[in-house]
């Protein structure tokens, strides 16, 4: 299966509070897991990447949570600003095609 | 370094006319990507060069969309004769190893 389920379609958060957006895959040959945030009118931009070797990985107010077993991975933005609200993807790359696979996008608006 | 450049930025024709699409890679990457990304929706596969092979073009539409990477650095994108259906982002991306891609600004394609 090449398909990446992410979810919630939309997210609302109050400054400061956690923001989380969750994905699951089903292809085990996915072996590199972005997150890309998109602002209106722009290109999606690398936000933080993890390796199916790693169960967590954090970088400043941004983490990812990876579960190889249940083959979930999820995005975690603590103290959220409104500056981050914007449409979150997870994408999953096949380690034979070098494919990318996306998932249908998070819509998150941090209120002031 | 520059990102990936893409030109024009916005195009409006009428169905059933031509339009293309200029992609201009990171220096140096081998891998190039076209995705198309539907308002509300992630980006979708049309297209993957690596130097200027085709890797991938499963879900390009092949009857009227077509694609070329000469001398494995610029890409052109083109859809001729252009649909209703076809109004939408159209991103370029590319990468230097197997993993991180880099997006460029996207081409907002509106066909009438």
């Known amino acids: 299966q090449q398909q990446v389920k992410q979810s919630p379609q939309s997210l609302i958060v109050q400054k400061g509070g956690i923001s989380i957006i969750n994905c699951a895959y089903e292809?085990?040959?996915?072996?590199?897991f972005p997150w890309y945030q998109q602002f209106p009118g722009k290109g999606p931009a690398l936000l933080i990447a993890?390796?199916?070797?790693?169960s967590e990985k954090k970088e400043g107010r941004f983490t990812i949570s990876f579960n190889k077993s249940a083959k979930q991975f999820s995005l975690h933005i603590m103290d959220s600003q409104p500056g981050d609200s914007a449409t979150y993807f997870c994408?999953?790359?096949?380690?034979?095609?070098?494919?990318?696979?996306f998932g249908t996008g998070t819509r998150l608006k941090v209120l002031a | 370094e520059a990102g990936v450049a893409q030109s024009p930025r916005y195009k409006i024709i009428e169905k059933r006319q031509s339009v293309a699409f200029w992609c201009n890679p990171i220096s140096g990457h081998a891998t190039l990507y076209w995705y198309q990304q539907i308002l509300g929706q992630g980006p979708k596969l049309l297209i993957q060069?690596?130097?200027?092979?085709?890797?991938?073009d499963s879900q390009l539409p092949k009857d009227r969309f077509s694609a070329e990477r000469l001398k494995g650095v610029d890409s052109t994108l083109k859809i001729q004769p252009a649909k209703l259906e076809d109004s939408a982002v159209y991103l370029c991306?590319?990468?230097?190893?197997?993993?991180?891609?880099?997006f460029g600004p996207g081409t907002r394609l509106t066909v009438l």
């Open positions: 991306a590319s990468s230097s190893t197997t993993d991180t891609q880099y």
């Open positions: 993890i390796r199916p070797d790693v």
């Open positions: 292809n085990t040959a996915f072996d590199y």
């Open positions: 060069f690596q130097n200027n092979g085709v890797v991938d």
């Open positions: 994408a999953a790359k096949d380690s034979g095609t070098y494919k990318y696979i």
